[in-house]
């Protein structure tokens, strides 16, 4: 039905590499006859937690065969995988949730702390089962979370390890990871992750509705979104289609925001928040090659979010201001 209108998904079929819809079950109950419309919009699924533990093996197979008859991967959480690992029980626990159909198995570093070399065994021990392993980076706890530095340096040992994608923690929404304590996003945290790792490596854990919603607008129908409840599934399809949601409307469109590359929206944001730099400064902070923060610079001043002048102070620098959303 008016198609014509819609915008054309670029993975539109599964298996997807972009686009990858993860949601969450919590044995919540649901229709079947409406899970069965809404299954080719789910890529994956997460049996929640110890949840695994509490039901029987033929309950939990039967669970997992049911997603996979819905062409839906079937993952266990990285909490059991991390107590798995704690009580010195991997090798049972990877051998069971193969016997039991689970596809992929999440491994995080919550409350341990796993070396390279450990992380390849790991790795290698799971694809020896054909399961894939899904590497979780961040903490939980808001009290420890991790730097940015040690935010790259895990996601690139994840992927130094082979894995495809890598899992960004959004534990409940807020204080966490990329989100501060009201559950909003920390754009320039997501711009310095996103100018050092493609963000198609990524699946943004965003158990929020206005995460979600931000997250499309951001990087379009291609993010791929993690730790989503099953009613919230045709919202974020209908949005990557280009039909707002209800929580569309609370994202601010009235403000002009940069465009261009993660690079160049972090560049803003920086500036944004000292109002002016020299380009010196902007290096500095921002850690990016100066071709780099150059190409961010001309960028920005084309769209007219900011004005280069000359420091009285050293008529050779440039100092780069803000302009003013009441100037726009």
Not at 269 to 286: A, D, L
């Amino acid at each position: 039905m008016l198609d014509h209108l819609s915008a054309p998904r670029i993975d539109w079929r599964k298996p997807r590499k972009e686009g990858i819809t993860y949601i969450v079950d919590k044995f919540q109950g649901f229709d079947s006859g409406n899970f069965k419309i809404i299954s080719p919009l789910i890529d994956m699924v997460k049996i929640y937690g110890a949840l695994p533990l509490l039901i029987s093996d033929d309950q939990l197979a039967n669970r997992i065969r049911f997603y996979h008859d819905h062409d839906i991967l079937v993952s266990v959480g990285s909490t059991l995988t991390e107590y798995a690992l704690l009580e010195k029980s991997f090798d049972t626990y990877i051998e069971d949730a193969h016997r039991l159909g689970f596809d992929i198995i999440e491994i995080g570093e919550n409350n341990i702390e796993l070396p390279t070399e450990k992380k390849k065994q790991i790795t290698d021990k799971l694809r020896s089962k054909n399961l894939v392993p899904l590497w979780k980076i961040g903490k939980k706890d808001p009290r420890r979370q991790l730097s940015f530095d040690q935010t790259i340096r895990k996601i690139h040992e994840a992927l130094n390890v082979g894995a495809e994608k890598i899992l960004l923690e959004g534990n409940l929404g807020y204080a966490v990871s990329i989100y501060d304590e009201k559950g909003n996003i920390k754009w320039n945290v997501v711009g310095a992750v996103t100018s050092k790792i493609s963000p198609n490596k990524i699946i943004f854990e965003a158990p929020l509705e206005i995460q979600q919603s931000a997250l499309i607008a951001e990087f379009g129908q291609r993010v791929n979104l993690g730790e989503i409840n099953i009613e919230n599934v045709v919202s974020i399809e209908s949005q990557r289609k280009g039909f707002l949601s209800r929580s569309s409307y609370g994202i601010s469109s009235m403000k002009k925001i940069a465009k261009g590359s993660p690079a160049t929206k972090f560049i803003y944001y920086v500036i944004k928040n000292r109002n002016s730099m020299e380009q010196s400064e902007i290096i500095h902070i921002t850690n990016l090659p100066r071709r780099t923060v150059q190409t961010g610079l001309e960028e920005l001043k084309e769209q007219g979010l900011i004005v280069e002048k000359t420091n009285l102070d050293d008529i050779r620098k440039k100092i780069y201001h803000i302009v003013n959303d009441e100037w726009i």
